[in-house]
């Protein structure tokens, strides 16, 4: 099992680049250049063959969570799951977790198979569904004229249909701001309100521009902390995602302070990558409501919905 730890930030401007001649792992030289070979040779390729990461909440009842010898990788609850590389991340601290820059956001309403209480073989992933769909529209409609709730959702199949929140993100290094990687933190239940929450404050954020106007700054130039919080309420206590700025203590603290930023260029062209239908989000967990809130509700043999603490 791989445990990383949010890095401790250098004290040093953006944009600087460290003394070390080469890298610490391999030897090689601090700065690669490979010219107008930049990125080549993966010409051709679809959505399908670039899996980005989900990044999950663990809770107690996680299988993440048994040890090794019980199925599990011995994490813990309260961590952040990558569920392509296994690596969890120490996150219940307000300077641990993982900083990201988020690139794209994108709505969509997840459908699952549900399963009877104890059946380990049935039930499952079926796909995701655009919000104006056919199928959500339907779930809509069937649900207001048998008066259940507007979230839940179910398809002429019988199946349940969880709105989900994808947000797409850069990861960085905070020690020097640089990029590391992608992952995608799927947001249902009461992440959402901790996603809304966050969308509201970065949205709403306003900064001088030249000529002396006020603007808006996009979605990737903001760089968030990534932890989780333990919340309680009547049905049971869990962890739950949290979003902060990953400088200072407001958003503006944040911000990448230019679109020549290395993070900034890294964020557009995951955002391209997206855009044009070359990278998606790998399907995501179904692990029977262990992790709270990731799941759908399942199923008692009775058909009757088995909620979470929530």
């Known amino acids: 099992m791989a445990t990383a730890k949010a890095a401790a930030k250098a004290d040093k401007p953006d ?12 030897g090689l030289p601090a700065e690669l250049d490979y010219g107008e070979y930049e990125g080549a040779g993966f010409e051709g390729q679809t959505a399908s063959d670039v899996a980005i990461p989900l990044l999950y909440v663990l ?18 609850a309260g961590q952040l799951y990558n569920n392509v590389t296994n690596e969890v991340f120490d996150a219940e601290e307000a300077d641990s977790g993982i900083v990201v820059v988020p690139v794209k956001t994108v709505k969509m309403f997840v459908e699952w198979v549900p399963r009877a209480e104890g059946d380990a073989s049935g039930g499952g992933y079926v796909g ?3 919000p104006e769909s056919d199928v959500v529209v339907f779930a809509r409609e069937e649900a207001a004229r048998a008066g259940r709730k507007a979230h839940e959702l179910k398809t002429k199949a019988g199946n349940d249909l969880i709105e989900t929140e994808y947000m797409y993100c850069l990861t960085l290094d905070e020690s020097d701001w640089s990029p590391t990687g992608f992952v995608c ?12 929450n966050f969308n509201t404050a970065v949205k709403s954020l306003l900064v001088n521009a030249p000529g002396g106007r006020k603007a808006n700054p996009p979605l990737w130039a903001n760089r968030v902390r990534v932890t989780t919080r333990f919340q309680t ?10 979003f902060s700025p990953a ?27 997206i855009e044009e239908g070359k990278g998606k989000a790998v399907a995501p967990i179904d692990e029977r409501g262990a992790v ?3 799941t759908p509700p399942q199923r008692r043999a009775d058909n009757t919905a088995e909620d979470p603490p929530f």
């Not at 944009?15 to 391999?26: L, M, R, S």
């Open 292 to 294: 709270t809130g990731d």
């Open 185 to 196: 933190i799927p947001c249902t239940s009461v992440k959402l309100t901790a996603w809304r």
């Open 128 to 130: 995701d569904h655009e």
């Open 233 to 242: 309420n009547a049905k049971g206590e869990f962890f739950n995602i949290a």
């Open 247 to 273: 400088i200072g203590s407001n958003y503006k603290d944040a911000l990448l302070p230019n679109k020549e930023h290395p993070a900034f260029v890294a964020a557009l062209g995951l955002r391209k990558m």
């Open 15 to 26: 944009g600087e680049t460290t003394a070390v001649a080469t890298t610490a792992a391999a």
């Open 59 to 76: 809770q107690t009842g996680s299988p993440q969570c048994k040890s090794a010898k019980n199925g599990g990788i011995g994490a813990k």
